[in-house]
């Protein structure tokens, strides 16, 4: 704190800062069109899995989490050869697997070898992490059983999102979203299922947070729209939500295993609003929220997906 | 030349004395910090900042733990920078600002601290409450509060603190205690909890229980009743909920103070219609009474024991207002 830059370093950061910008006026930065958003959503109501829900559970993660995708079709229905695979879990918390806050690494060691498996041809993870990143990666696991598995383990740099609009939201209009979520072929939505203060739950639809650049702090006042709305902008191609071991109080953050329940399953499918609904309802949740979290009431009501447990085909 | 100086010496000395004086007054009110901002009141408005950060042990506070990396500090909307989601609830405890720190022991075992500043003594309690487990040790070293697990909850003054140390093991424990007694001596101030507490009738109170809160958002955390805000709790209330031990059963009791008795009379009426709802029956919600501006009700069973407290609390109260008028 307070240490003054040398010449050196001065320059190093300039040099650093004109090639950021350089690279992101050359690879559209500022661009306000969806790049994603439009043409994954057409493939996701057009698709025969749009409502289906699959659930694999057991003692082992990992093999929940094949359990799950094998009644998708496996990975190969979603990953092609050559692709290039974005898997995004919640790493958001320095805590270690045991304490549910972050997402099992043996389900992301799971998910990065079925990609290499289907032919992808680089697996990369990242999120952006509240705690200190480093710690974050190290802690929870994840690093390391993402590069054992052979995925790229990335940190996100602020000069690295871009401004995209969201046509059909209600309330939030526009965001941020990171390039490697916006520019992968196939993106891999793998968070955990956990009690969270403000939005009740946090599942799929919520972890997409971890793709927003700017103060993300902002959104909360709203939240439950404006997740709803994120989700309008944004639709992952696969939706993998660990539910081996969920926090049940104290959410998102809990450090106490004492809030911790384990449901040993892994639910997947391809449209997030299907998932979360069903994971509200079934996940034994200790708290009472009132019936339908309000951001999966919401995105249903708005077309983003099947949120009627009536009508989503579950698949054990 | 001579006189002009003397002027300008003169001049230098009504500032400083000025600066002086802003300092002592702004240091002795109860206004929050951030409101007291602005250009002409730097020098108070810096030492009332750096008081958190002053808090937090140093890079040798205790042996075998260095810090790592230096003191962080997040305010305002930053805190969501910080803890995300769960910052929410901080802001409806009024709060200012967040100092923690890193350190690490030989063995790699790291240690955070946290020191929350909120705006009153009786909102750290709040927020402490709030997130405090429901089982712990219960830890008295110059704070109050509770250890679970390798973390420490504890608040002192306006000060809500939380210890934890990963990986866990009992050196490591022993050290988030020191680190907590450490913080605790820092903070010279003991700081009130809030009055309500003391409303709540002693018998068959299951220690630890209390809670302190003031927005439907913290009540639908604790007990969810409806979408609805039928109870009225706003910025402007305070509320308390404790559990009690019954023979058979357990009741929770509840009292909310209102800014006014006729605030409290339309909050009343929201909360009986509230009663005829199943989501009423579901948790057992049993009679309700008022008493000037505070509203009382209990869940929980068996009923008559849970009306029977309910009337204890009442008269509690009306002691509480008689002593007031006196």
């Known amino acids: 704190m307070g240490k003054k830059s040398s010449r050196r370093e001065f320059l190093g950061k300039s040099v650093k800062g004109a090639l950021a910008l350089g690279a992101s006026f050359i690879f559209g930065f500022g661009k306000k069109e969806p790049l994603f958003s439009e043409e994954t959503e057409a493939a996701t109501r057009a698709s025969p899995l749009s409502n289906v829900v699959a659930v694999g559970s057991g003692k082992d993660p990992g093999e929940n989490t094949l359990a799950a995708l094998a009644l998708l079709g496996g990975m190969g229905a979603f990953v092609k050869p050559g692709d290039l695979v974005v898997v995004k879990p919640n790493i958001s918390w320095d805590r270690r697997p045991e304490q549910a806050a972050t997402t099992n690494p043996d389900v992301v060691a799971a998910v990065v070898k079925e990609c290499l498996k289907a032919g992808a041809g680089k697996v990369r993870i990242f999120d952006r992490a509240l705690n200190d990143p480093r710690r974050c990666y190290r802690n929870s696991g994840i690093a390391k059983a993402a590069q054992d598995a052979g995925a790229e383990v990335f940190f996100p740099k602020d000069y690295d999102y871009i401004d995209v609009k969201f046509p059909r939201a209600r309330r939030l209009k526009a965001w941020p979203l990171h390039r490697a979520a916006l520019e992968a072929d196939v993106f891999i939505n793998l968070p955990i299922a956990k009690d969270h203060n403000e939005a009740k739950l946090t599942l799929c639809m919520k972890n997409l947070m971890g793709i927003m650049g700017d103060r993300r702090g902002r959104i909360h006042q709203g939240l439950h729209q404006n997740l709803a709305d994120l989700n309008s902008g944004f639709k992952p191609h696969l939706n993998i939500l660990d539910a081996n071991r969920i926090q049940v109080a104290h959410g998102p953050n809990a450090s106490l295993l004492a809030d911790v329940r384990e449901p040993k399953m892994v639910i997947a499918g391809v449209n997030a609003v299907s998932v979360d609904a069903y994971a509200a309802a079934h996940l034994p949740w200790e708290r009472d929220f009132g019936g339908m979290v309000e951001y999966i009431q919401y995105a249903g009501e708005m077309g983003l997906g099947e949120a009627d447990l009536a009508s989503i085909e579950v698949r054990k | ?326």
């Open chain 2, 1 to 326: 030349m001579r006189f002009f100086r003397l002027k300008t010496m003169l001049i230098l000395a009504v500032l400083a004395s000025l600066f002086f004086i802003r300092a002592i007054v702004a240091n002795g009110d109860q206004a929050p910090a951030r409101q007291r901002r602005g250009p002409f009141f730097i020098w108070p408005a810096l030492a009332e900042e750096a008081a958190v950060e002053a808090l937090v042990p140093k890079a040798d506070a205790l042996a075998g733990w260095p810090m790592l990396d230096e003191v962080r500090a997040f305010e305002g909307e930053e805190l969501f920078d910080f803890i995300d989601g769960a910052a929410e609830p901080f802001y409806t405890y009024g709060f200012l600002r967040v100092a923690t720190a890193d350190y690490q022991n030989e063995d790699g075992q790291f240690l955070t601290v946290e020191i929350y500043e909120m705006d009153s003594s009786a909102n750290a309690f709040g927020i402490y409450s709030f997130n405090r487990p429901s089982q712990g040790e219960k830890v008295e070293m110059g704070t109050r509060g509770v250890m679970a697990e390798s973390i420490l909850y504890c608040w002192k003054d306006r000060y809500y603190i939380k210890v934890h140390t990963f990986p866990d093991s009992p050196a490591a424990r022993d050290a988030v205690k020191a680190f907590a007694e450490i913080i605790a001596k820092n903070i010279k101030e003991e700081g009130p909890p809030p009055a309500l507490l003391k409303l709540l009738p002693c018998e068959g109170l299951i220690p630890g229980s209390e809670k302190f809160l003031h927005q439907k958002k913290i009540l639908d955390n604790i007990q969810f009743l409806s979408r609805e805000n039928v109870l009225k709790l706003s910025e402007k209330t305070n509320m308390v909920l404790a559990d009690y031990k019954m023979e058979e059963g357990k009741v929770t009791l509840f009292i909310v103070e209102y800014p006014d008795a006729e605030e409290c009379k339309l909050a009343s009426l929201s909360y009986a219609k509230f009663l005829d709802t199943p989501a009423a029956q579901k948790i057992k919600a049993a009679k309700w009474m008022t008493c000037d501006a505070f509203l009382v009700g209990s869940w929980g069973e068996p009923e008559d024991k849970a009306t029977q407290l309910t009337k204890r609390a009442c008269a509690n109260i009306q002691y509480y207002l008689k002593l007031k008028k006196k």
